[in-house]
């Protein structure tokens, strides 16, 4: 009986440790959302905070799906310098972003930018 005891919650413990483990494995690699779709998010969220131009949205997408296809490849790649790259990329999409938009929309912009861009933060493994 004492047996039974000891050996269920060390039974249940492996159990868990197993299942964390492997959601941690798919939540690494896990692949981005096609650009196209993480363009159009954006876009969405862009219009119904910012209340954008035909000009403007056409702008936009063009400089999204140019910066997202960029961090994909970026991604592919993984050099050393990566990083840097990908920080010189958020700054000129963040400049084309900011000289498309009217002062109003800026401000907006700029309280709205995390969470349309969220920084991906590495899991701790």
Same mark, same amino acid.
């Given at each position: 009986?004492? &047996?039974? =005891?000891? !050996?269920?919650?060390?039974?249940? *413990? !492996?159990?868990?440790?197993? =299942?964390?483990? @492997?959601?941690?494995? @798919?939540? $690494? ?13 954006i876009l969405k969220k862009f ?7 035909? &000009? @403007? =949205? &056409?702008?936009?997408?063009? =400089?999204?799906? %140019?910066?997202?296809?960029?961090? %994909?490849? !970026?991604?592919?790649?993984?050099? +050393?310098?990566?990083?840097?790259? *990908?920080?010189?990329?958020? &700054?000129? +999409?963040?400049? %084309? *972003?900011?000289? *498309? !938009?009217?002062?109003? @929309? ?5 309280? $709205? ?13």
């Open positions: 009986m004492k &047996k039974s =005891i000891t !050996l269920v919650p060390l039974l249940f *413990l !492996l159990m868990a440790t197993t =299942i964390n483990s @492997q959601n941690r494995e @798919q939540r $690494i690699r896990q692949e981005p959302a096609p650009v196209k779709e993480r363009v159009e998010t219009n119904t905070e910012l209340t954008l131009t035909e &000009k @403007q =949205i &056409k702008s936009s997408e063009e =400089i999204l799906t %140019d910066f997202f296809t960029s961090t %994909d490849e !970026l991604r592919k790649t993984r050099s +050393r310098d990566s990083r840097s790259k *990908l920080e010189s990329l958020t &700054k000129k +999409r963040d400049e %084309d *972003l900011e000289a *498309l !938009l009217t002062e109003s @929309q800026l401000k907006k912009f700029n309280d $709205i930018k995390e969470e349309l861009f969220p920084r991906r933060r590495r899991p701790n493994n």
